[in-house]
């Protein structure tokens, strides 16, 4: 099994393309290669193909980082499933992880929704979607300065709320007040509820 997400940049054309797109480059490019597991198509639409238990991370990391620019949003559609045809660029290849992404991004799109997974498993599914539903009311409302906190936390672990006052020129107490109203130890908790459940499948 594996995991892909399909995901598209929600008032792309309000923003400067030059400001965000080469931040999202970046941070799949630590990841893997391109265009072999991710890519960057129609402006504003990207794919990415990573292991299922890291999947929630990589889709809480993207969102943070997207939401960390004015006015900017991301649609998030991850599909569990099998790769039957590998192809050199991602957007060629095929297998049901990649149709239950696209055909998500589709449904998702027409529901105002933000973040779900389709995955071979109904009750994985609906459990996981309702845990979603709820997550996407905090993650959806995140501020800039909210969204920039959380990303530098999941991107480093072992980061103090003293280094990120320092890298953020802020005080250590507006980094707890921020990690509070962002329930950042809960985001955590999700993650490892994740993890948990997908290996049910």
Partial sequence: MIAIIT??????????VETWLPKLKDLMGT?????????????????LKCSVDQVFHRALL???????????????????GNEVFQSEKITESNGS?????????????????????????????????ILFKWA?????????ATAEIIHQ?????????????????????SVSQRLKRANFD???ETDQFFRKKISEL
């Fill in 7 to 16: 995901g598209d940049i929600i008032n792309s054309q309000k923003s400067d």
């Fill in 31 to 47: 990841w893997s290669t391109t265009p072999q597991n991710w890519e960057v198509y129609r402006g504003d639409e990207f794919q």
């Fill in 62 to 80: 993207l969102k943070s980082l997207i939401r960390s620019f004015e006015n900017l949003d991301v649609r998030l559609a991850i599909g569990i």
């Fill in 97 to 129: 992880a990649y149709v239950n992404s696209g055909r998500l991004l589709t449904d998702i799109k027409s529901q105002g929704r933000t973040l779900a997974i389709q995955t071979e498993n109904e009750k994985v599914n609906r459990d996981l979607n």
């Fill in 136 to 144: 996407s009311i905090d993650f959806d409302n995140w501020t800039v």
């Fill in 153 to 173: 936390l999941l991107c480093n672990s072992e980061l103090t709320q003293d280094d990120l006052a320092k890298e953020l020129n802020i005080t250590q107490s």
């Fill in 186 to 188: 809960l985001i955590h």
